[in-house]
């Protein structure tokens, strides 16, 4: 069983940057953020191999958005900049046992709870 904690969500004005946090009880393969806005489908916006580090992102927050990760504290990290409305939404950390995860936003089994970022415009 593996617990997500996550922590770091809130309101923003557009522009503006927020950093999420999210702490596993236990490293596994990949961890990664997704994100599910009302009346739309969950989708992976990041993720990180966290064993060399590779990262992956959603084309909507390239350039905007950072995951990191701290091993030692099995963390993982999502820097939000240049925050737009349209990332509204309820953010979720997950993680993933399978080596797959490094290729696609799916088999990720395990779910925190959520935090919500909410950005006005």
């Known amino acids: 069983h593996v617990q997500l904690v996550e922590s770091g969500g809130g309101s923003v004005q557009a522009g503006g940057s927020l950093r999420l946090s999210c702490a596993a009880s236990?490293?596994?393969?990949?961890m990664g953020w997704f994100r599910q806005a009302p009346g739309k489908e969950r989708e992976g916006v990041a993720r990180?191999?966290?064993?060399?580090?590779?990262?992956n992102y959603a084309d909507s927050v390239k350039g905007r958005f950072t995951i990191s990760q701290d091993n030692a504290k099995n963390t993982v990290y999502l820097q939000m900049n240049s925050l737009k409305p349209e990332d509204t939404a309820m953010y979720y950390c997950?993680?993933?046992?399978?080596?797959?995860?490094?290729?696609?936003?799916?088999?990720?089994?395990?779910w925190g709870q959520g935090t919500q970022v909410t950005v006005s415009s």
């Open positions: 997950a993680a993933s046992r399978s080596v797959w995860c490094s290729t696609t936003f799916d088999y990720f089994g395990y």
């Open positions: 236990r490293s596994l393969y990949c």
């Open positions: 990180i191999v966290t064993g060399g580090g590779s990262t």
